[in-house]
């Protein structure tokens, strides 16, 4: 006998995750709303884990899983090719700079990363340049839960457990320009930030450093940032100088949500090596690609093969979720309305920062977008730690119907941001409704914290709050 097929709403769950947390069960999803088991209708602010570009329930892409799975789920790729897989390939390598012509399917984001790393050693390798290894990446930065992912992510409450078990890489500070209280301009920061990679490379030795990682636009360690302009063709040029790869983490900034395909088109740069997961297939199946020059791919296999590989990768039924999502976000123009709501959002989360003083920071790209609570916004001092402010906003927004997402944007330890990244067919009615819960969530806050309309803030809680330590990843 099984305890499993007893097993009811409201009893003990045999599962585990992150924390200590239960939450309700999921009954259904549509469009940019879930509800759970009680009837209660959540807003889906955050796309899960800015996963859901094209919303929840699309007919189109349900009905294409369920003819593949009709016809095969799954076929192992040393055995078959198979039509999914194929013409995914050829709409994103048609969608990415030219050049990039390859396509490698995996089933997630860390193994995306990994995939990413791997191939830049096998190419450094085929081209007699063993010496090269180390992949410099920036800080704070996620890129991953595997080992190979981790070593290259600055996020401490991630990493720091795993250090005796990983060769940790080099990094270098992240441009979090909006940080910094100096007589730059823009262009200057952006340039500042760009030249200690040329500092780090130098100081490593060039014939050590194998890759540059980043990503485009930060995802939930950093809280969307955006660099200056100039940051990015700088660090292209840089890495050209030294013979450095340079890989673009596009797990959560690309498949649209920024409103271009690729975050590295806003700045017309072409990557190296390409990592994308989460808007790919959208949450309909777990899926990700490594996109790659075709140069470095012929190289690789010339040289004896790519020495790497997972189970489901190509998997037929997770390509033609992926392919039907693509499809609806090209024939919808879902990246045009990326940047269309994305302005509106940016524009209603600005006008939060009048009511609300302790927001010190708006920033994001399209419907990549996040907000920050500071004790100061002059100096942008972060609230106190032990507040957990970040789990609590996303609670209170949770109890109104609000789903949200946040991290801590110093290193995993301090700062609390909170992405709002809602899918990307949302309308201009449904941002006023995220609006008006955030301020209603804000205002419980305040008052919770006791935080003055002022910017100089007494944050002393008015009683102990509920921490959900370990929120992390
Ligand atoms: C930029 C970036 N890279 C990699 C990952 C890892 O992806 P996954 O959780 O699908 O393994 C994430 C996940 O949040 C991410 O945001």
């Not at 997770?318 to 123009?333: I, P, Y």
């Amino acid at each position: 006998m099984t305890t499993a097929r007893n097993w009811n709403p409201g009893d003990p769950s045999r599962l585990f995750y992150q924390i200590r947390q239960r939450r309700p069960l999921l009954d259904r999803a549509d469009g940019i709303y879930l509800w759970d088991r009680d009837g209660k209708r959540y807003l889906d602010g955050c796309s899960g884990a800015m996963v859901s570009n094209i919303g929840h329930g699309n007919r189109r892409v349900l009905d294409a899983m369920r003819a593949q799975m009709d016809r095969a789920a799954f076929g192992y790729r040393l055995h078959f090719e198979n039509e999914p897989a194929e013409r995914l390939a050829g709409l994103i390598a048609g969608l990415c700079p030219p050049g990039h012509e390859k396509v490698f399917f995996v089933s997630g984001g860390s193994e995306a990363v990994e995939s990413c790393l791997k191939l830049a050693r096998q190419f450094a390798i085929a081209r007699g340049q063993d010496s090269r290894w180390r992949v410099i990446s920036r800080n704070p930065s996620y890129h991953g839960s595997t080992l190979g992912a981790l070593a290259v992510t600055g996020y401490r409450p991630l990493t720091d457990p795993f250090l005796p078990m990983m060769q940790r890489m080099p990094s270098i500070p992240a441009p979090r320009c909006y940080l910094d209280r100096d007589g730059l301009s823009d262009s200057e920061r952006g340039l500042h930030y760009a030249e200690l990679l040329r500092d780090k490379i130098l100081e490593l030795g060039p014939e050590s450093v194998l890759a540059f990682i980043m990503e485009p636009v930060g995802g939930a360690s950093t809280g969307a940032l955006v660099a200056p302009d100039s940051y990015f063709g700088r660090i292209r040029e840089i890495c050209d100088e030294f013979g450095v790869l340079l890989i673009y983490d596009e797990v959560m900034s690309g498949a649209g949500r920024t409103g271009r395909y690729l975050a590295a088109e806003h700045w017309n740069i072409k990557p190296d090596i390409i990592a994308l997961a989460k808007g790919l297939a959208a949450g309909y199946a777990p899926l990700g690609a490594m996109i790659a020059d075709e140069p470095i791919i012929e190289a690789v296999l010339d040289a004896g093969g790519f020495q790497h590989g997972y189970t489901y990768a190509g998997n037929p039924l997770a390509c033609a979720a992926g392919l039907a999502v693509t499809q609806e976000l090209l024939e919808h123009d879902l990246m045009g309305r990326a940047i269309a709501m994305g302005a509106i959002l940016q524009c209603g989360l600005r006008g939060l920062m009048h009511d609300y003083p302790f927001i010190g920071d708006v920033r994001g790209k399209g419907l990549l977008q996040a907000f920050e609570l500071v004790a100061d916004r002059e100096t942008m001092r972060p609230l106190p730690a032990a507040l957990n402010t970040h789990s609590r906003l996303v609670e209170l927004a949770y109890e109104r119907g609000l789903i949200i997402y946040s991290r801590r944007t110093r290193e995993g330890l301090e700062g609390e941001h909170f992405m709002v990244c809602p899918p990307l067919i949302i309308t201009e009615a449904q941002i006023g409704e995220i609006i008006g819960t955030l301020r209603e969530s804000l205002d419980a806050l305040a008052a919770e914290l006791r935080l003055p309309s002022h910017n100089s803030l007494d944050v002393t809680p008015a009683a102990p709050l509920k921490a959900t330590p370990g929120a992390a990843a």
